[in-house]
């Protein structure tokens, strides 16, 4: 039967007027991705048929979520809405002032949280839920593509001036958190603003997760200068497939030519993804923990440390000792400079190992999430000292999973 040319007519109409056509229009303007992202949140909003929508973002430190709109208050992770969302990735409503509802949605870039947003609406029914995690999504995108290189994102997340070490060395760290259903991992170091001579690295390939910490010399420019170096060498080595041992040489080289008067404690880590076996090498650097069915495996990943990186190694005979252990799924195992273990507490003594290890063993039972895990860890540390830290205090955790667990959780 032939077709009415008016309801044809009318279809396409329609089609074109709608607000998926309209959102796909705007995206395939590539002039649109010049513009300042807050216009871009009002226009992909309209274009979704939405009422209003805020873009907000975590500081460095993790505490509050700043909006890119001037007119809207900061919210605080700890106590709002927002930043129940934020803790743990899930979607939370609300009514609105504006006579609506809002919907508070997780803004994530693979596992690496960025923030939230929020999105109002006269009613929130499911196909507006929808429009509202593909905003979210869309927009975790563009903040995670233009925040290399655009200053207003970097200064969006600052709340007191950086000093010039830590800014040399944030530059050269990965995002917080990366992961896939299976396996994750997450750092978390302070002080956030002075940071000195500790850092971190993870990768992930399609069957390995690559882990690392570093503890420089020192606490200064050099200090920075030197866990830069390391970081570059063991990325070097390890992106033409080079093994651990490989990758420790790669430091111990570059360190040992140009800063032979420093040196660096680290502990690099291969994680099998499909089988758990991980292999690791200690560079004079306090031994990973191992937490096992919600209880400390104590003494599991404590091993004889070899040198650390640089010129101790030149003089020192023996090769490095890899070292292997298989992990059981649910495995979560901590990396972590000393300045963690020998930060005070609210009672003036060190946290130590056993307190450390017993605050992730009762997180986990609770089913809390690795990331925010880190985050309150770190944040109860930090009240304990005033935000004083005697030293640069760095953890480093990753949990195995054989069989997919959490889909919230998308690869980086």
């Known amino acids: 039967m032939e077709q009415d040319p008016d309801v044809s007519r009318g279809d396409e109409v329609a089609v074109a007027e709608s607000p998926d056509a309209a959102l796909g229009e705007f995206l395939a303007d590539p ?10 949140v009002a226009r992909c909003t309209k274009a979704l048929g939405l009422q209003h929508s805020v873009v907000y973002l975590a500081d460095l430190q993790q505490r509050q979520l700043t909006p890119l709109h001037d007119l809207v208050p900061a919210l605080p992770i700890d106590d709002s809405l927002a930043g129940w969302t ?10 609105s002032g504006l006579g609506g509802m809002t919907a508070w949605l997780p803004l994530m870039d693979g596992a690496e949280r960025l923030g939230v947003l929020a999105v109002m609406s006269p009613a929130l029914d499911p196909l507006s839920l929808r429009r509202g995690r593909t905003l979210a999504a869309l927009l975790a995108m563009m903040i995670t593509s233009k925040r290399a290189y655009k200053d207003t994102y970097v200064c969006q997340t600052r709340t007191e001036p950086m000093r010039l070490p830590a800014e040399m060395l944030r530059a050269y760290l990965p995002p917080r958190t990366l992961g896939t ?32 910490i570093f503890d420089a010399m020192g606490h200064d420019l050099a200090s920075g200068l030197t866990s830069v170096v390391s970081l570059a060498a063991c990325r070097n080595a390890r992106r033409t497939g080079a093994d651990l041992p490989d990758l420790v040489e790669s430091v111990d080289a570059a360190l040992t030519k140009w800063l032979p008067d ?10 099998d993804r499909a089988t758990g076996k991980l292999r690791w090498i200690n560079c004079g650097h306090p031994a990973p923990l191992l937490v096992r069915d919600q209880r400390l495996d104590a003494g599991a990943m404590e091993r004889d440390a070899d040198p650390p990186m640089g010129m101790p190694a030149v003089f020192a005979s023996a090769t490095r000792q890899v070292h292997e252990i298989t992990l059981e799924p649910g495995d979560r195992v901590l990396m972590f400079t000393d300045g963690v273990t020998e930060a005070r507490t609210v009672d003036g003594g060190e946290l130590g190992l056993e307190r450390f290890a017993d605050y992730v063993v009762r997180a986990a039972a609770t089913g809390e999430l690795a990331p925010e895990t880190l985050r309150r860890l770190l944040h109860l540390i930090l009240g304990a000292q005033e935000n004083r830290l005697r030293d640069d205090a760095t953890i480093l955790m990753f949990e195995w999973w054989p069989t997919a667990r959490a889909a919230g959780t998308s690869g980086r």
């Open 181 to 212: 259903p299976r396996v994750v991992s997450t750092a978390v170091l302070e002080p956030a603003y002075e940071i000195g001579g500790d850092a971190f690295d993870h990768a992930l390939t399609d069957s390995v997760l690559h882990t690392a």
């Open 262 to 271: 420093r040196f660096c404690t680290a502990v690099l880590t291969r994680l």
């Open 31 to 40: 002039g649109n991705a010049a513009l300042h992202l807050t216009t871009v």
């Open 86 to 95: 934020y803790r743990t990735q899930s979607l939370r409503v609300e009514e």
